[in-house]
């Protein structure tokens, strides 16, 4: 069995303590993994500062580092099969996803980022007037820490490690116990493609104790979290300690709204995507449907036949569409939240069943659909971050945009239309950090990633990936050398 240990400035480091890693599809223990204690922490953040000092990356030309990056992206693509298996056992991911929700989507953004590594100008000129010239310059920021949950873990250790790296930075990633394995791979492909030791650093453990000295040392200047908006605001407070640049992506409830005159059938299997997409443990997934009241019973029963079609089971098994959710505590807490809709009244329009040869240690929630729901319910207010659809009824644009709205989360909302002037003025309505217009959880590398509200503030992929990795620096040169004693002749005698 695969016992994975934290990588520290290039050495694999076992500790005392680790975790069991337990697969979602039948219970078993398929690896272990080293568990990291403060120590860990104080020992990663001086090898990222030995590296960025040291190892000549922050030196080396971006289109260089870029050569790193894309010569990973072909031994990610040449280890296709195995990441995909990983992905299936450790994390449920069903395997006809797997191929491309860990292997592809990472592979397209490592590309994107890449690409925008050799088109990376770090300084440019600002400006010249009179003796005085400028040079705006972005440097890189030194230690960043990323923080990553489990859902999707090798593309957000991509979306935190590789721009990063790419702007010259070294950093530290604290990843999910539960899916550690995929940014180890990662990590050993880069070395193997010229990233030097201490560049990126793996560690794990405890969320409050390590990920809390992490966020607090005062040697990281950045931090780049995903993960729950309770956590992130303790990430925020820690990061106050010196002043850190933070960026924060965190929970959601997309509201995803259908128009009269959208094409029903992809309404349906878009939405019926936006919910039950990785089992619904995303946080851009749309867990709140607004139908028109003119297509309400039609769309409900087109939706409840789709969903009934739907295979629940083995993640490792090609036949399966949706896996288990991923560990007892996940099923629990989505469980409870189907209890609660009960308790206060929603209709449960449909619930699938795991299938026959689901193994029964699995932790499967079929998927689920509610109705005659309100939006103060618990189940349509709270994330639920598993597959189950909270179904609301509406007549009026303008009303059906302000319920949308009635959420501290703004990650992704979603508009069905055939009109697609009319469903841009409504995603111009809506706060959300993204709106899809006849679409579901696409993410091109080009389009910047985030949220509104307290689904959390700055980017990730877009123009800017690489550059928000960067502090920005002015060079002010005046080649006469008299402004300061112009300036001072003003006030001295
Ligand atoms: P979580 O916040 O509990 O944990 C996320 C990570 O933070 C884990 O690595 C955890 O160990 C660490 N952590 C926990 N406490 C910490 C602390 N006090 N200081 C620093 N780090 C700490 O989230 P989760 O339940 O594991 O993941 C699911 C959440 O992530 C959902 O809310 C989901 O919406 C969100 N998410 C957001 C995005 C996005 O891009 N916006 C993407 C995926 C998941």
């Not at 069903?94 to 980022?113: D, E, K, N, T």
């Not at 990843?175 to 180890?184: G, L």
């Not at 809506?430 to 509104?452: K, M, Q, R």
Request: with cysteine; hydrophobic share 45%.
């Amino acid at each position: 069995m695969p016992h994975y240990t934290l990588l520290i400035g290039g050495e694999h480091v076992d500790t005392s303590e680790s975790y069991d890693v337990v697969s979602p599809g039948n219970g078993e223990v398929i690896a272990t993994v080293a568990k990291g204690g403060v120590e860990h922490v104080d020992l990663a953040v001086a090898a990222a500062e030995r590296a960025f000092k040291e190892s000549g990356w922050r030196e080396t030309p971006a289109h260089v580092r870029a050569d790193v990056v894309e010569k990973a992206v072909e031994q990610i693509g040449a280890r296709a099969a195995e990441i995909s298996e990983l992905s299936a056992r450790e994390n449920g991911t069903p395997i006809r996803l797997a191929g491309g929700l860990s292997v592809g989507f990472p592979i397209m953004h490592m590309q994107y980022f890449a690409g925008l590594a050799r088109t990376f100008v770090a300084d440019r000129p600002a400006y010249a007037n009179g003796s005085v010239t400028g040079i705006i310059r972005n440097e890189p920021i030194g230690v960043v820490a990323g923080i990553i949950p489990w859902n999707f873990p090798l593309l957000l250790a991509v979306w935190k490690a590789v721009p990063a790296i790419l702007a010259g930075n070294s950093i530290v990633l604290k990843v999910d116990e539960k899916t550690p394995s995929t940014a180890f791979v990662l990590a050993e492909i880069l070395s193997d493609c010229g990233l030097p030791a201490g560049v990126l650093n793996i560690i794990t453990g405890d969320g409050e104790t390590v990920g809390g000295h992490l966020t607090a040392h005062p040697r990281v200047r950045k931090i780049s979290f995903t993960g729950s908006t309770a956590t992130g605001r303790t990430v925020m407070r820690n990061a106050a300690a010196n002043v850190k640049q933070v960026t924060l992506e965190l929970g959601g409830k997309g509201a995803n709204i259908v128009l009269p005159d959208a094409d029903l059938d992809l309404a349906v299997d878009g939405t019926l995507w936006g919910f039950l997409m990785h089992a619904g443990q995303a946080c851009e997934s749309g867990t709140r449907l607004f139908v028109h009241d003119s297509i309400y019973d039609s769309f409900v029963e087109r939706l409840v036949k789709r969903a009934s079609e739907l295979t629940v089971g083995d993640p490792t098994d090609p036949a399966t569409d949706i896996g288990p959710v991923m560990n007892a505590a996940q099923r629990a807490r989505i469980e409870s939240l189907i209890d609660s809709a009960f308790e206060e009244g929603a209709t449960l329009e449909y619930q699938g069943k795991p299938s026959a040869t689901a193994h029964e240690a699995g932790q499967f929630v079929p998927p689920t659909i509610f109705t005659n729901v309100t939006s103060s319910m618990r189940v349509a207010a709270e994330e639920v971050f598993g597959p189950v659809l909270s179904v609301m009824r509406f007549s009026d644009v303008d009303a059906v945009v302000e319920e949308a709205n009635n959420t501290e989360y703004g990650l992704a909302s979603g508009v069905w239309s055939r009109d697609i002037a009319a469903a841009t003025e409504i995603a111009g309505r809506l706060e959300a950090g993204t709106v899809w217009i006849n679409d579901w959880h696409s993410l091109p590398g080009p389009l910047p990633f985030g949220g509104h509200k307290q689904s959390g503030f700055g980017r990730e992929m877009g123009p800017n990936a690489i550059t928000a990795f960067t502090n920005e620096k002015v060079i002010s040169i005046d080649q006469s050398g008299r402004g300061a004693r112009a300036a001072w002749s003003l006030v001295l005698p």
